[in-house]
Structure formats: C-alpha cells, structure tokens
C-alpha cells in the first residue's frame, strides 16, 4: 500500500510540474511540488532542480513580473505552511532547508504620520539566504537581510540583521550564540 501511495504522491507532484511550467514557473529540471501556492506573477518564480516545497507554501510575488524574484536553489527543502513574500527579490541558495511556518520577506509597508498605513507604499531591500542554510521552525527574515552560508537560524528567531557565514543565531531579534 506504502508503494501505491508513493507513486500516486509522485505522479501529483509531476502534473504540478508541467501545471506551473505551462503557467510560467521556471523549473530547472523536476522539483518536489506538494500542494502549493503561487497566486500570481508566476514567471516571477525559480526553482533550482531537486528542491522540494512541502504543502502548504506560499510563493508570494507583488508589483509588476519581474523574471527571479523570488529563486530557490538546487536541492532546497521548504517544510509546511511557509511562506516566501517578495516585492523585490528573494534567493535562497543549494541546499537549504527551511523549517515549518517560516515568514520570509524582502518588503512592509511605510509608516509616516497621519496616513494610514494600508495607503502608504510597500518599502523594500532584497533578501539573500546562502547555501547550505539551515532555518528553524516558525523563524521570521525581514527585508534587507543576507544570512551567510552554512548559518543556523534557530527555531522562532526574527532576524532583522545580517548573520554571518557559518553563525548560530537565535532569539527574538536572532542574535549569536555563545
């Protein structure tokens, strides 16, 4: 029975490939599609060959289509519920793995007195994850933010601020571990 169900999962997995290919993803090769989200701006997207995006991820393009705004590398994995949301741009490099019910986003919006905050506009600085990066469970990355290869995010950090290559971050807002 294991077997059958394997084989029915990978054959889904297959139609979202060639369903998102033909909507304008660009898939370098077959990636591991759960159910997923893309609402829009699908020629926006990037997924690197080998990687594999679990049920429930949202990929979140805002603004006008602009081709790799949101890329994923060779080989990464996105865990459940996580939520990928450029206006600018987002990478995340090979083999990565991103915890469940991450928040990771390059954008927010502006806050000058006395206009509310849904008129103001979207502020934005691109987002860079590098490879080998591992990022917890419930982990939040803000806009501007670059984590270097080979770092750890621990589970429910906010990372507001650049991590180092090969650092241990943690904390509400992340910073080194001892």
Not at 46 to 63: H, M, P, Q, T, Y
Not at 120 to 130: E, K, N
């Amino acid at each position: 029975m294991s077997l059958l169900l394997r084989a029915a999962a990978g054959l889904a997995s297959r139609w979202r490939n060639l369903w998102y290919r033909l909507l304008g993803v660009r898939l370098e090769g077959y990636v591991w599609l759960r159910r997923i989200s893309v609402p829009r701006n699908w020629s926006d997207i990037e997924i690197g060959r080998g990687a594999a995006l679990d049920d429930g991820v949202v990929l979140l393009s805002v603004g006008t289509p602009q081709a790799g705004r949101i890329r994923i590398g060779r080989n990464t994995y996105v865990n459940r519920y996580t939520m990928i949301d450029a206006s600018e741009r987002i990478e995340i490099g090979e083999r990565c793995m991103i915890g469940p019910h991450c928040y990771i986003t390059d954008h927010d919006h502006g806050h000058a007195p006395g206009t509310p905050v849904a008129e103001q506009p979207l502020v934005g600085q691109a987002v860079r994850i590098g490879r080998n990066v591992w990022i917890g469970a419930g982990v939040v990355v803000l806009k501007g933010v670059t984590i270097g290869d080979g770092a750890v995010v621990a589970a429910g950090a906010v990372v507001t601020r650049d991590v180092q290559e090969g650092a241990k971050v943690a904390g509400v807002p992340a910073r080194p571990l001892q």
